[in-house]
T-cell receptor, first 114, second 118 residues
Framework: DVKVTQSSRYLVKRTGEKVFLECVQDMDHENMFWYRQDPGLGLRLIYFSYDVKMKEKGDIPEGYSVSREKKERFSLILESASTNQTSMYLC?????????????FGPGTRLTVL | AQKVTQAQTEISVVEKEDVTLDCVYETRDTTYYLFWYKQPPSGELVFLIRRNSFDEQNEISGRYSWNFQKSTSSFNFTITASQVVDSAVYFC???????????????FGAGTQVVVTP
């Protein structure tokens, strides 16, 4: 059974803290994605990676960075969390030809920044 | 630039009613893929269907059916005889054929919340 897991379902952090969101997939997928989901805006792509140590900016990369040291793991980093980064964060993975193949999603991390 | 519009924010129905979710897309590509995902209260998006731009056949899977009309750039989704378990947020998404700088990224609509009451 294919699986994408995220390190936390719920997270509460304070403004200015450094935040790490971890995502692991067990499908040997090349592509991994980080989205944030906000009401009325759907899912917006933050960053994606098509290979180890490779990353590409998505539509809203400001205030975020990512790390992919191993194929199965993709981390999203908030260097200095701000209240406007309170959101649901979703990780996904797909095979290399991702234009055709569906993305598989993790359960999401609901982050609250106080 | 690609864009996906789901104009319906929320639809409420009583069990056994049919419900149709609208999806309108914009793209300049001739080759693209359309998807529907379901997000139940648990949060995890679940893939429902994929359709490529060259296949305009409608599809039925159990109580679900999809109507793809290229002429109107629409890919609508109908749930027949709705059940409480259909309560979820449904997202329509568009992926352009992979190019060196697109990597098949998904563009999502805002989602439609479906509420089915007994």
């Amino acid at each position: 059974d294919v699986k994408v897991t995220q390190s936390s379902r719920y997270l509460v952090k304070r403004t200015g803290e450094k935040v790490f969101l971890e995502c692991v997939q067990d499908m040997d997928h090349e592509n991994m994605f980080w989205y944030r989901q906000d009401p009325g805006l759907g899912l917006r792509l933050i960053y994606f990676s098509y290979d180890v140590k490779m990353k590409e900016k998505g539509d809203i990369p400001e205030g975020y960075s990512v790390s992919r040291e191993k194929k199965e793991r993709f981390s999203l980093i908030l260097e200095s969390a701000s209240t406007n980064q309170t959101s649901m964060y979703l990780c996904a993975s797909s095979e290399l030809n991702s234009s055709y193949n569906e993305q598989f999603f993790g359960p999401g991390t609901r982050l609250t920044v106080l | 630039a690609q864009k996906v519009t789901q104009a319906q924010t929320e639809i409420s129905v009583v069990e056994k009613e049919d419900v149709t979710l609208d999806c309108v897309y914009e793209t300049r590509d001739t080759t693209y893929y359309l998807f529907w995902y379901k997000q139940p209260p648990s949060g995890e998006l679940v893939f429902l269907i994929r359709r490529n731009s060259f296949d305009e056949q409608n599809e039925i899977s159990g109580r679900y059916s999809w109507n793809f009309q290229k002429s109107t750039s629409s890919f609508n989704f109908t749930i027949t005889a709705s059940q409480v378990v259909d309560s979820a947020v449904y997202f329509c998404a568009l992926s352009e054929a992979r190019t060196t700088d697109s990597w098949g990224k998904l563009q999502f609509g805002a989602g439609t919340q479906v509420v089915v009451t007994p």
